[in-house]
């Protein structure tokens, strides 16, 4: 499946580089990854630079907004700029965050959910923290909720419910859309 992932970034440079190198060892890797600096002011920038340069795939867009926290709008006008910097068309568009590691397999694990199922529009894994080398499930939510950080829409259904919305919230609205509109939800844990 053709996709193109987005992570939006302000200020990410504590975790960004393992962020990129756990994306780029994938068993089967995005066809496009869109790195958006939202008016960073560490060394985010020069880490963009660095994977641009080495992968292909990846391109950088920069973009000024606001410093000050805009719950929500923030990071779905970073995603937008994003977005819209695609040329081509793909199958699935993912919006993810910058401070995520991901296993060796996420993206084929997730890719086999939207192949095994043409209702699935919406799918990604759980959300888990590490405290002293052990992981435990963030459990601000249902595992059945597929979080803000890992987000792959099926072009489809991303259209359908209009997109990302820009207020808080924007990651529950968007699962209550596209079940409204008939799309099912998945979660591989």
Partial sequence: MKTAIIIPIHNEEPFLEQMLTTLMSQTKVPAKVVLVNDNSTDNSQQIIDRYSSKYAIIESVTI??????????????????????????????????????????????????????????????????????NWFYENISEKTKVRGPIKLYRKACFEKIGGLKTSIGWDT?????????????????
Avoid at 95 to 102: C, P, R
Avoid at 178 to 184: G, L, R, T
């Fill in 64 to 133: 000024t907004s606001s410093n000050k926290h805009e719950p929500g709008s923030k990071v779905v006008n970073a995603f937008y700029a994003g977005y819209d910097s695609l040329t081509e068309d793909y199958d699935l568009v993912g919006k993810f965050d910058a401070d995520i590691l991901l296993p060796k397999n996420y993206f084929e694990s997730i890719f086999k959910i939207f192949t095994e199922n043409e209702n699935v529009g919406l799918a990604g894994g759980n959300l888990y923290i590490q405290k002293n080398n």
């Fill in 173 to 189: 609205v968007d699962g209550l859309l596209a079940i409204y509109h008939n799309w099912e939800i998945a979660t591989d844990t």
